[in-house]
């Protein structure tokens, strides 16, 4: 059984940094794209990142270019989302997702598992 674990999130001032860590388990991800969502109060879910676990491949969403970097280990079984220069309009839930397809896809449609979500705050 596929479980996703998020961690990481809290309360931060605007300009500030968080790392968000999702454990992922109960499958080999080798062929897996591993990306990242945020869902903020009254909004869409969005495509934040995603990365090809394979190959270290990314895609990112316009809004975090510069700001936000993600990564993995592949030792740990665990996918990163490093957030710098963090915004108010950061502010979500942000979860992890897999795809058992190849393609890093920025639809949340295209992802198979999700994990519970941890919220991010970022104070004005």
């Known amino acids: 059984q596929v479980q996703l674990v998020e961690s990481g999130g809290g309360l931060v001032q605007a300009g500030g940094s968080l790392r968000l860590s999702c454990a992922a388990s109960?499958?080999?991800?080798?062929?897996?794209?591993m990306g990242w969502f945020r869902q903020a109060p009254g909004k869409e879910r969005e495509f934040v990142a995603a990365?090809?676990?394979?190959?270290?491949?990314?895609n990112n969403a316009d809004s975090v270019k510069g700001r936000f970097t993600i990564s993995r280990d592949n030792a740990k079984n665990t996918v990163y989302l490093q957030m710098n220069t963090l915004k108010p309009e950061d502010t979500a839930v942000y979860y992890c997702?897999?795809?058992?397809?190849?393609?890093?896809?920025?639809?949340?449609?295209?992802?198979?598992?999700w994990g519970q979500g941890t919220q991010v705050t970022v104070s004005s």
């Open positions: 997702a897999a795809d058992r397809r190849f393609g890093l896809s920025i639809s949340s449609d295209a992802y198979d598992y």
């Open positions: 109960g499958r080999t991800f080798s062929s897996y794209v």
């Open positions: 990365i090809r676990w394979r190959d270290g491949s990314t």
